[in-house]
C-alpha cells in the first residue's frame, strides 16, 4: 500500500495551563489530582479548540504546504500526524514510518553526541543498525557536521541541530515527511540541499508536509497548500492562491481597526488576468480602496513595489508623482497599473502603499500580492530585454 496522510474532520481541545501530552507532564498532574484538592466543577473558560473540523489529503508524490498566522494550529496538525498528540475528534492517519522534524533537536538527548544521537533516532524509526551503519556517512556529510559528530549535541548551535536533525529525518528512508520550519535555520548551501532532497523524496512518491513562514519556499516545493486561521481551514488551493490571501488577511483582518483609522484604507490587490506570468509580458494590477482625507498632504503619493520574495530586495517602484496620478480623496478608488515583468523567473511581491517622500518611507501600508515570473526564454543577468536574434 502506498504512503499517504490523512485529516478527517480532526480536532484537537486543550485546557488553558494545564496541558498533559506527555507521560512526563501526565505524572506530576496525576500525583495533584490523587493527592491535592479537586476542583468541584470544569471551568468551561479554560477549554480552547486548537484544531477545529481541519480535513485534508497528501497523496503519494504531493508536497502539501501548511501556513497561516502564529496560532493557527500548524504546530498541533503536525504533532498529531507524528502521534506526539492524539486528537480530540475526528481521524489522524499515516500508513508509513515517518520521518519528522518539528523542532529544531526534536528527539536529540542533549548528553550524547551527535554520533549517538544518529543511532538512537534511527532504532526509535525502526531502523536495524546495520542499516543506520550503511547510511551513517551520508547524513554526516550531509548535514555537514563531521567535526562536530563526536561532541554531545547540548553544545550544537541552532543551525547544526537543525542541519543533522533534518539529514536523519530525511535519509532514514521514512516513507512520509513532515518537517516544521526547520528549513528557516541554517546557511544557504544547506537550505538549497535541503530542498533538493524534499523534491527528490517527493518524486520517489513520499508525502510531504511542510510548515514553514518562508512563504517563497512554501511556493517553490509544494504541489498544493492549506491556510489555517484560528484552528480552521481558511482556504485549500494551489500555494500562490492560499499565499495570497494570506497576505490579504494580514494586511486587512489582522490589523482591521488600525486600518479603519487610516484615512486612507486600501482594501485589496488583485492580478484579475492571474497570480503568473512569462518573463518579458506585462501583467494588470487592480487596486481598490476608499479614501478620508480631510486635508491634503503636499509630500503623499500613492506607489506601487515589486520586490523579489526570497531577498526582499525592490526590483522596481513607481509613485503616482512620477505618473502623473494623485492620491484620491473622499470615496472609494480604483486603480489600474500594467507594469512588464522584465525580471528574471521567479516569485514577487507586489504592494502599494501611500508614500511619504518627506521621510522617504511608508505614510500608509497597503496589501500585498505574490505573483511568479516564468521562464519562456532562458537568458542571464538581472533584466528581460526581450533579445530577438537572427541570422542575416
Known amino acids: 500500500m502506498q504512503p499517504t496522510v490523512l485529516f478527517d474532520r480532526v480536532s484537537k481541545r486543550f485546557k488553558r495551563g494545564s496541558v498533559h501530552d506527555s507521560l512526563r507532564d501526565m505524572i506530576p498532574a496525576v500525583g495533584r489530582r490523587l493527592f491535592g484538592r479537586k476542583p468541584s466543577t470544569v471551568d468551561d473558560s479554560r477549554l480552547f479548540w486548537a484544531l477545529r ?39 489522524a492517519y499515516a500508513n508509513g514510518k515517518i520521518g519528522a522534524l518539528i523542532e529544531v533537536s526534536a528527539g536529540f538527548h ?26 551513517f556517512d551520508a547524513i ?15 553544545r550544537y ?12 529525518a530525511a535519509h532514514l528512508e521514512p516513507d512520509i515527511l513532515i518537517i516544521d520550519e526547520v528549513l528557516a535555520v541554517g546557511d544557504h548551501a544547506f537550505q538549497k540541499r535541503a530542498f533538493a532532497r524534499i523534491k527528490q523524496m517527493a518524486r520517489e512518491g513520499a508525502p510531504v508536509v511542510l510548515v514553514s513562514h ?18 480552521s481551514m ?30 486612507i484604507r486600501f482594501r485589496s490587490i488583485l492580478a484579475p488576468n492571474g497570480l503568473a506570468v512569462h518573463s518579458g509580458e506585462p501583467m494588470l494590477f487592480v487596486v481598490e480602496g476608499e479614501s478620508h482625507l480631510a486635508d491634503s498632504n503636499p ?70 500580492i505574490q505573483v511568479e515570473v516564468l521562464e519562456r526564454n532562458k537568458f542571464w543577468g538581472s533584466n528581460q530585454l526581450n533579445a530577438e536574434w537572427t541570422t542575416v
Open 53 to 91: 473540523d481541519l480535513s485534508f489529503e497528501v497523496k503519494p508524490g504531493e508536497v502539501l504546504g501548511i501556513i497561516g498566522p502564529n496560532g493557527a494550529g500548524k504546530s498541533t496538525t503536525l504533532k498529531i500526524l507524528n502521534r506526539i498528540m492524539e486528537p480530540t475528534t475526528g481521524v
Open 110 to 135: 542533549q548528553d550524547l553526541t551527535g554520533r549517538q544521537n544518529v543511532f538512537l533516532q534511527g532504532a526509535i524509526m525502526g531502523m536495524r543498525k546495520a542499516e543506520i551503519v550503511r547510511k
Open 140 to 154: 554526516v556529510e550531509f548535514a555537514g557536521i563531521s567535526d562536530f559528530i563526536d561532541t554531545p549535541v547540548k
Open 157 to 168: 548551535s541552532s543551525g547544526m541541530n537543525a542541519r543533522l536533525g533534518f539529514s536523519i
Open 214 to 231: 518562508q512563504l517563497d519556499r512554501i511556493a517553490e516545493l509544494c504541489t498544493k497548500a492549506v491556510l489555517l486561521e484560528r484552528g
Open 234 to 263: 481558511r482556504m485549500e488551493g494551489t500555494p500562490l492562491e492560499c499565499i495570497n490571501a494570506y497576505l490579504h488577511g494580514e494586511a486587512t483582518n489582522v490589523d482591521n481597526a488600525q486600518l479603519e483609522a487610516q484615512p
Open 299 to 368: 509630500h503623499w503619493t500613492p506607489a506601487f513595489r515589486v520586490s523579489s520574495t526570497q531577498e526582499g530586495i525592490v526590483a522596481h517602484a513607481v509613485t503616482g508623482l512620477d505618473r502623473g496620478i494623485s492620491l484620491p480623496t473622499n470615496g472609494t478608488f480604483r486603480y489600474e497599473l500594467s507594469m512588464q515583468m522584465n525580471l528574471l523567473p521567479g516569485l514577487y511581491l507586489v504592494d502599494v502603499c501611500v508614500w511619504d517622500t518627506e521621510t522617504n518611507s511608508d505614510a500608509i501600508s497597503g496589501p500585498k
